[in-house]
């Protein structure tokens, strides 16, 4: 990563947790989990609260829909990282890879529902221009989605809009296809706390 | 509490700590970064990215960061109240336009 910090400021109890993880996910620890454990009372505590009860708290989107909208987010941000950790938990969580690259290749023609295509669509505009209407959520909710359904969705939204510049700034290292996989697996086992 | 107002508690607490709490970079400084509202050279380049162009933040953006005296855990500190800034625009961007839609929806009714 672009700060030694990053890369080397951990104290021994960390640097032990980081070789125990590394030891039974046969992965490198991701440089996503390095970051939350650097100073964690600046950033990485709090954060991992959020994200978590953004992405595992109670909603009435699954868990593979949120991650997909991650996935999503991050692909409206380029950031490659998130795209290949978030789409790989997808993957996994609806057990469809071809539903997760199709959303990904072209969202008008996926094989999702419409509420949540509407919702995707909403959360690329915001995160491609900055902005959104009232237009923007009508025809969201249009599309059968509720007001508590379209806030979880912002609150996902919130989320890999930091943390896709954190990935990008410090420049985290993009994993391998199996480094990937058995991040996603950790994700969906333990979440994000 | 509902629970989009939990997941909203939640910011704004990330939001308070890092803008607040104890930090290297100045309070002021990190009010800056969060805002992308002025922020001298260098540091309006790499920060400016972070929030409108991340991912054509660069090492040169960094090493001009450090040539201007700015230590590692100010830019850790500066990098995370920039990205944070950004996203809680769009976040509440966002709530702001779902209000709008249903305050529309109950005027209709």
């Known amino acids: 990563m672009r700060l030694d910090v990053l890369n080397r400021g951990y104290g021994p109890g960390t640097k032990l947790l980081f070789a125990v993880i590394g030891l039974f996910s046969r ?48 692909q409206a941000n380029e950031c490659a990282f998130c795209i290949g950790a978030h789409s790989a938990t997808a993957r996994q969580a609806y057990q469809d890879r071809p539903k997760v690259a199709a959303v990904l290749a072209d969202l008008e023609s996926a094989p999702i529902s419409g509420g949540l295509r ?61 480094g990937f996989e058995a991040g996603a697996k950790y994700l969906l086992k333990r979440g994000y706390r | 509490m509902l629970t989009e107002d939990k997941k909203r508690a939640a910011y704004r607490a990330l939001q308070g ?57 100010e830019l850790f500190e500066l990098v995370i109240c920039a990205a944070v800034g950004h996203s809680a625009r769009l976040y509440d961007a966002g709530l702001a336009a779902l209000a709008d839609a249903v305050a529309g929806e109950e005027e209709d009714e």
């Open chain 1, 27 to 74: 992965q490198p620890v991701p440089d996503a989990a390095k970051l939350v454990f650097y100073r964690p009372d600046f950033y990485g505590a709090r954060a991992k609260e959020f994200t978590h009860e953004a992405m595992r708290g109670p909603s009435a989107w699954s868990v593979g829909d949120r991650e997909l909208m991650a996935a999503y987010v991050s």
């Open chain 2, 17 to 73: 700590r890092i803008l607040n709490g104890e930090g290297r970079a100045s309070p002021e400084q990190r009010a800056r970064a969060f805002s992308n509202v002025g922020l001298a050279p260098p540091l309006d380049g790499l920060l400016g990215k972070v929030a409108m162009r991340p991912a054509q933040v660069t090492d040169g953006d960094f090493a001009a960061a450090r040539a201007a005296g700015f230590g590692e855990d």
């Open chain 1, 118 to 178: 509407a919702t995707l669509r909403m959360l690329g505009k915001l995160t491609r221009e900055g902005k959104a209407g009232a237009e923007d959520m009508r025809e969201v909710l249009s599309a059968g989605v509720s007001r508590q359904q379209v806030g979880d969705a912002l609150a996902v939204c919130a989320a890999f809009n930091t943390t896709n510049r954190l990935a990008d700034a410090f420049g985290f290292e993009v994993l391998s296809p199996a």
